[in-house]
């Protein structure tokens, strides 16, 4: 993406191009670049297939930067260490810096908006995914070399998390665009396309993740987390897109600026028409509230680390883990649960998930060392099953935000729902930083963990009486029906 469509990766790829456009009668005098869009759009690997999604150019362009977005895992550890040791903050002013990072998340229909109604040097999709790609570089680039602050770093992982965002953005409204009108079990293999990439990239940067901060430090681990975001520059050229024509006295925006704002007008009351339907609003208001309920993530991390001693390359094992059980989350609800009713899986998957969160008092407490079962074991263990559940509840979750996006309004609605999703789990985190400094919980003392991780698990089961503001769909559509409920969206 980071090349000009029209330049070939390799001498061979030319001479390729040059022979199927021969022998489809494409002139002399073309463009080179309308040569190469054509042949890209005519290619297609209708044989091979990924989670039941043909692998067209346009989905492997997903796939990759999903893939990118899982890999860029390889610096969390290192930002926590480097936040605790190198910095010396507490779990609170930890957890508040994890959740200032959030806050592009929390305007992506901005993001959406622009990349719908601007495009940049003649493309929609294109554009912004280079310039994304190239924003992350910069931004761990800086940490690598310049970050010596905690403002400094909350400036720096703030613009990573905006170049995640604006990525996210663009190849969300991709497979929105892709989703409309197929059946429930096509759009849940999209998503599962999606988030089993993200799920592969973090399995390949996990257990690095930890054995990279051991051997050569959190800077180094930096540096090498500045050149992925490059690939999701490099796969623009993928993305089937048809160049705007974009007139002579504005090349990035309308001919006038009484058109743009009309432009603007429209989108934002095809966005207000959208959201005040109540099969959108009330099944967003309450993923809401299921993600906003506390969290206690940063107390365990530094519970874990300090008092238990775990290090570095250990917890890049248990991240291994994880990243596994997120894919077989993923798989787990591409093979048995996409035709299940999202009420009955909300239901079971919080009560199970509330139980088995509670396990983290045997690690707490050192019962687990009572039965013979070690911290790492008992931890790796744990990690797993939540993982799984966690995953495949909220598989869910996505393909009913993507199912319910109008035509026009993919990338802005889209990431208007998913925004106020991540609303609810800053809310959560937000809430957790303040329950753990209210109980007194520092990078030394531990005294009321217990009742912090319980009080947590429990408030999860706290939106489940709202279940009914979910929709009842348990079953397959077909393409026809599917599209009879979208127009009903609208």
Sequence with gaps: MSQPVSIPTAPSDLDDHTLLASNNGVEEGDPLISRVDGELSRFRLNDVKCFGVDLTPDNVAVAIVYFVQGVLGLAKLAVGFYLKDDLHLDPAETAVISGFSALPWLIKPLYGFISDSVPLFGYRRRSYLILSGLLGAFSWSFMATLVNSKYGAAMCILLGSLSVAFSDVVVDSMVVERARGESLSMSGSLQSLCWGSSAFGGIVSSYFSGSLVDSHGVRFVFGVTALLPL????????????????????????????????????????????????????????????????????????????????????????????????????????????????????????????????????????LNREFGISDEWFSIGDSLIITVLGQASFMPVLVLAARICPEGMEATLFATLMSIFNGGSLVGGLVGAALTHLFGITKDRFDNLTTLVILCNLSSLLPLPLLGLLPEESSDLSSKESSDVEMKTI
């Excluded at 680390?305 to 570095?312: D, I, M, R, Y």
């Excluded at 991240?319 to 048995?336: D, E, M, P, Q, R």
């Design 231 to 366: 690939l999701t520059s490099a796969v623009a050229v993928l993305v089937e897109e048809e160049r705007v024509c974009v007139p002579l006295n504005g090349p990035n925006l309308p001919s006038t600026g009484l058109g743009f704002i009309e432009t603007s007008k429209q989108h934002i009351l095809n966005l207000w028409a959208a959201v005040r339907q109540p099969n959108v609003y009330l099944p967003t208001l309450f993923i809401f509230l299921w993600q906003a309920t506390p969290q206690s993530d940063s107390a365990m991390f530094f519970f874990t680390t300090n008092k238990l001693g775990f290090t570095p390359e250990f917890l890049g094992r248990v991240k291994l883990v994880t990243s596994i059980a997120s894919l077989v989350g993923v798989a787990l609800y591409n093979g048995f649960l996409k035709k299940v009713a999202l009420r009955k899986i909300f239901l079971i998957m919080s009560i199970i998930g509330s139980a088995l969160g509670m396990t983290q008092v045997f690690l707490i407490t050192g």
